[in-house]
């Protein structure tokens, strides 16, 4: 599809973001634990800043070690590298030197200075002069296809919102910067809560953001105004400082009157989860979240399966004033036969039994149920009770 929208001339590279922990056991096959990332050019005006690794000095890989492999009495780390010019016809470049008659690739007043100052040196007498080429004067190992350096957000990162997918900074940050330069204007169409857009603002690029979830969007501008300070305001906006949220479709109102598949598909995605395709026989479950864990932790087997399923939370709907304990009980039944360990249920209220069950449900069983109003799914606090 990408070569289809973007010209397949335009794609460049394959890149493998490797997570340090699997996402969880699929029932087949390996457990998966990467994401995979599609650079394309945008044509002759293709912008590409390439990153470094910087060495470390004390912690050398092996290929890197055997090429820096001497050391001045300081301790610094170098490399001999060639001064012989590869073009054989420059007679002004042709000289002797320490004895050795060359085409070289400086004049003899820049050989004789670099002499002088120590960095080109002879091994033994008659030998080609070489140069040094010092390690921490060159910019690193060049960041490769496999990205192995960047961790998932863990449970205790300070950046973590609780939005399910959540990506980590360092990994927008590295592609932004990479793929773009200041001022250029940087579209995330699936931006969550916003990792791109915050990466893009550090690196003082324009943005823009799309999501289709308004609980997405709640959760994007409150880390656009706290993390990055930026005023979320119209008329500042328009003078180019702040920013706005545009089209949020929801109110309480509105939602109590839409026909109930819509308000079932409206209350899963908001709460980042995939709605079910079958609307009969559903068995209780209108949507499930597949939580994006940093630690693999599937869930026990059963009986006659090998214990290989992706782990995932139910999501029930009722667009109801009041939820009542029938249609507690009905979810509690329901994750006990799924053996969920957690689960969220959706209405505009509960009645008091509701809750009360849910207490005395998780005493008798250590399973969590959430218990969401619609109004807390329209406050941007929301991800904080979806961790
Ligand atoms: C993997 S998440 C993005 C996570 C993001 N990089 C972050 O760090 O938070 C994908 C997002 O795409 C949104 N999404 C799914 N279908 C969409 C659609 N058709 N249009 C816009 N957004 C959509 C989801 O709501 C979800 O927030």
Redesign the pocket.
Known sequence: MLDQILGENNFQSEIIWHRTLAKGLAFTGFPNNHDTIFLYGGGDETTFNRPYDPYDQDNLDEKTASKYSHRDPDGRIYRLDNLINPNPNRPNLTYEFLGVNRVWRWTKERMQEAYDNGIVVQTKPGAVPQMKRYLDEQEGRPIDTVWTDIPPINSQAKERLG?P???PLAL?DRIIRASSKENDIVL?????????LVAAQNLKRQWIG????PT?CRVMAKRLRDVCGIPESEPLWKAGRGFVVRDLPWTVEKLRVIPPFEFENWAV?AL?GIPNKVQVGDMGVDGRIFPVSSSAAPRKSQEGELGLKERWYPIQVKQKDKAGRPDIDAFEAMMMREDCEKGFFVSFDYSSDALQEIESFFKRSHKVIVALTVQEILDEHIAKKLV
């Open positions: 939005y997918t959540q990506k927008l995330d169409a699936f931006c969550g809560c916003g990792t791109a799309i999501d289709i979830s997405a995605i980042g």
